[in-house]
């Protein structure tokens, strides 16, 4: 099994990991992995992947518009949000 | 009989009471609620109560009896875990993440169960985003077992379980994605079925992994299970994956049995009884059953599974990679948590999920970062996928040879609560009997079958082929005739 490039997926996955808690999250990933690892030893050649329990294409719809204008309904969940837009940290200097 | 007696007993007997107006859906409600709040600081099986609505909803059930208007469901109290949204009431996921989260709108089951007349009396606990088999791992802390309150509910929809099994409400929904809905069921001592992938809507379930998720329903027998199951089936075109198929009447078959099951085949799967951690006790009472399915007239028959155990990596593989999939739409931005203080953009995602997300629901995202991730994604995740494959062929030539499989739900009976908390493979190796109708996208029931030597509930779990719910529930129907197990109640 490969190290675990711990600081590589807190970013990808854009979880902030303090020193403290980065070690026991390694000794966890670590476990997880040598379970999941025994996966490499199936034999799986010419098997197809399965991504999905139906064997079935998507279902197509008409190329209408069903959904309401709910705009003031869903920002009004946001934690910030001021004339109908989300308002995040500034982004462009 | 008492009002509060009645609430112990099944959906069928108290449709049958109020249909002949010996008690009003008004004083189910509130004993109902009685009952819950009674137990919340013991079981902690909800996260948020709801009484106005609950009063609101009976009141108008009673108007509509009265009216003669009404559904077998009409006035039954249930809850809803708390995953399910519920339009204008706060639905959590029991995280921090959505803790103050009021969703816009019902999930399809939601809002099918409040057509039908069902009252709610609000959200009930869960693992953390239904990542979890003991519900533990809820933000608000984790809900306890009815029958021994030192012990876990299960999980994920352990709240559910425990309201069922408490007297709480005769039924309540649950969703099942390595085996949240049979694994509290069996743990609680009482019934719940997982339906076939496609059967009911997943719209407004919040997504843990989406080609595993389903929703169901956990009640006090297999009859009230098939009530519940009609009421939320259906196609929903709002659920790409939903099936486009009639409801069935699953209890109409039920109705029509005779107490016997003769010709039925049941595969005892050799794999999953060899599987080292299976408790004697658990092993006696689910071969005891399965002696006694074949004294209704099944027949036992030895089948093989020869990859069970490697359900467990390949599930761990998939569902968390799913789920960093899912969970990265929670960013601080249009709904959720955020944290209070930031540098930039980056520095605000960052904070907010890790103070928005718990422990395990970060190590999944994070394992499903890596076997997603360049350079490990054909090693593990497509890997996981061919494996998925080769399971599902091993169910589909299983059930060449029988009509049902019969098998442990668990490999024990309910843990200590913080006994497993050091390592979470030790939980993730309690999946081993569930994991499979899930990849498989198969239905699968669990119902009690006997009590280990500490007076815990054992549960005996069902697995039928694709679209095979009315076999599966008429089958522990009928054992559930002969038996008595579904009907004994915890010492609360």
Avoid at chain 2, 74 to 80: E, Q, R
Avoid at chain 2, 242 to 259: M, Y
Avoid at chain 2, 320 to 329: I, V, Y
Avoid at chain 2, 453 to 476: H, S
Wanted: aromatic share 6%; glycine share 8%; proline share 5%.
């Amino acid at each position: 099994m490969p190290a675990i490039d711990l600081d590589r997926l807190a970013e990808l996955a854009r979880i902030e990991l303090t020193a403290e808690h980065a070690a026991a999250f390694r000794a966890d990933l670590e476990r997880v992995l040598a379970l999941v690892d025994r996966l490499q030893a199936v034999d799986t050649s010419g098997v197809e992947p399965m991504s999905h329990p139906l064997d079935l294409p998507q279902r197509l719809r008409e190329d209408a518009v069903t959904e309401p204008d709910q705009r003031d309904v869903l920002l009004a969940l946001a934690p910030a949000a001021e004339n109908g837009l989300y308002l995040v940290p500034k982004v462009i200097e | 009989m008492s009002t509060e007696r009645l609430l112990a007993s099944s959906l069928r007997e108290l449709a049958t009471a109020l249909a002949e107006g010996r008690t009003r859906a008004e004083a189910l409600a509130e004993a109902a609620l009685e009952r819950a709040q009674a137990l919340q600081e013991r079981l902690n099986a909800f996260i948020t109560l709801t009484p106005e609505r609950a009063r609101e909803a009976a009141r108008a059930a009673d108007e509509h009896r009265r009216a003669g208007n009404i559904s077998l469901l009409s006035g039954i109290p249930i809850a809803h875990k708390d995953l399910f949204c519920t339009k204008g009431v706060r639905t959590t996921a029991a995280s921090r993440m959505l803790a103050e989260f009021v969703p816009p709108y019902d999930a399809f089951v939601v809002e099918r169960l409040a057509q039908a007349g069902a009252v709610s009396l609000g959200k009930t606990n869960l693992d953390e985003f239904a990542m979890g088999s003991a519900n533990e791992h809820s933000h608000f802390g984790p809900c306890r077992n009815p029958w021994d309150t030192d012990r876990i509910a299960g999980g994920s929809s352990g709240g559910s379980a425990a309201a069922v099994a408490a007297g709480i409400v005769p039924v309540a929904t649950g969703t099942d994605t390595g085996g949240s809905v049979r694994q509290p069921a069996a743990m609680c001592g009482v019934t719940g079925i997982k339906p076939s992938y496609g059967r009911v809507s997943r719209y407004g379930i919040i997504a843990y992994a989406s080609s595993l998720d389903q929703a169901g329903v956990i009640a006090r027998s297999a009859e009230d299970c098939a009530l519940a199951l009609t009421a939320i089936e259906g196609f929903d075109p709002r659920d790409s994956t939903s099936l486009e198929r009639p409801v069935e009447d699953h209890a109409a078959a039920l109705a029509a049995a005779d107490g016997r099951l003769d010709g039925l085949r049941l595969g005892l799967p050799r794999e999953f009884f060899a599987v080292e951690g299976l408790d004697a006790d658990v092993r006696r009472a689910v071969e005891e059953a399965a002696r006694t399915y074949e004294a209704l007239g099944a027949r036992l028959v030895e089948v093989s599974l020869p990859r069970a155990e490697l359900a467990i990596p390949a599930y761990y593989v998939i569902a968390p990679a799913e789920a960093s999939s899912n969970l990265a739409r929670y960013d601080g931005v249009r709904y959720g948590y955020r944290a209070p203080a930031y540098t930039d953009l980056d520095d605000m995602y960052r904070k907010t999920r890790a103070q928005g997300f718990g422990e395990e629901v970060k190590r999944r995202i994070l394992v499903g970062t890596y076997v997603l991730s360049h350079g490990y994604y054909d090693a593990y995740y497509l890997q996981a996928q061919k494996l998925r494959r080769l399971i599902a062929e091993d169910y589909a030539r299983a059930f060449a040879s029988c009509d049902l499989l019969l098998a442990p739900t668990a490999p024990t009976t309910a843990w200590r609560l913080g006994e497993k908390g050091q390592d979470p493979v030790q939980e993730y190796l309690q999946d081993i009997y569930t994991i499979g109708a899930n990849l498989a996208g198969l239905p699968a029931l669990s119902h009690p079958c006997g009590f280990d030597a500490a007076g815990l509930p054992i549960g005996c779990q069902l697995i039928g082929p694709y679209l095979a719910e009315t076999r599966l529930l008429l089958a522990a129907h009928v054992f559930q005739q002969k038996t008595d197990w579904h009907r004994r109640l915890p010492p609360l």
